[in-house]
């Protein structure tokens, strides 16, 4: 099955605790990127990766960082977590023609920064 | 840099009955996609519908269908025969064609309850 997975699901933390959201796709796609997804902001691209070790920033990606040693994997690392990113994230994945820019999402990690 | 703009925080319609979402958007690009995004309380994101601006005719999935106005740069989403299962937030979304990563750009959201 054609599928984006992240984890965990779900993480509390606390303030300057580093941490690693996992994201994996299964079907060989180029592009991947973090959303995070706020009240009343919708979704925020965080950083992008065009391929392996092509990375690039998003629209809010202070406080981040990622990496793509993989083709499968693009994890996201928040180095010193604060109570500011305490929030929804997306994992996303498409290819990069074709296919109509459908984009594939993960199931969603939800962090907690106290 | 693109906006998406959903005016209508949260909507409410009765079983059965049609509902419009509305959404505009601000861009200089020339060719482009535009969807519309499902969240269920399962924070899922789904895929109900998308258009290719270069496209005239108004996409259409079953129920689902869009009234793309490019010169108005308006995208909005028409429900019909409503069902209890789309309560949901729906979100609009802008990607550019070709470059950008496949970026999209996010609307704030609309907020769509279906009752009995």
């Known amino acids: 099955e054609a599928q984006v997975t992240q984890n965990p699901r779900y993480l509390i933390t606390v303030t300057g605790k580093k941490l690693t959201v996992t994201c994996s796709q299964n079907?060989?796609?180029?592009?991947m990127s973090w959303y995070r997804q706020d009240p009343g902001l919708g979704l925020r691209q965080i950083y992008y990766s065009m391929n392996v070790e092509v990375t690039d920033k998003g629209d809010v990606p202070e406080g981040y960082k990622v990496s793509r040693k993989e083709k499968r994997n693009f994890p996201l690392i928040l180095e010193s977590p604060s109570p500011n990113q305490t929030s929804l994230y997306f994992c996303?994945?498409?290819?990069?023609?074709?296919?109509?820019?459908?984009?594939?999402f993960g199931p969603g990690t939800r962090l907690t920064v106290t | 840099a693109q906006t998406v703009t959903q005016s209508q925080p949260e909507m409410s319609v009765q079983e059965a009955e049609t509902v419009t979402l509305s959404c505009t958007y601000d861009t200089s690009e020339s060719n482009y996609y535009l969807f519309w995004y499902k969240q269920p309380p399962s924070r899922q994101m789904i895929l109900v519908i998308r258009?290719?601006?270069?496209?005239?005719q108004n996409a259409t999935e079953n129920r689902f269908s869009v009234n793309f106005q490019k010169a108005a740069k308006s995208f909005s989403l028409k429900i019909s025969d409503s069902q209890l299962g789309d309560t949901a937030m729906y979100f609009c979304a802008f990607m550019k064609h070709t470059g950008g990563g496949n970026k999209l750009t996010f609307g704030t959201g609309t907020q769509l309850k279906v009752e009995l």
């Open positions: 996303a994945s498409s290819l990069s023609t074709g296919a109509l820019g459908e984009q594939y």
């Open positions: 258009q290719e601006a270069y496209k005239q």
């Open positions: 079907m060989n796609h180029e592009y």
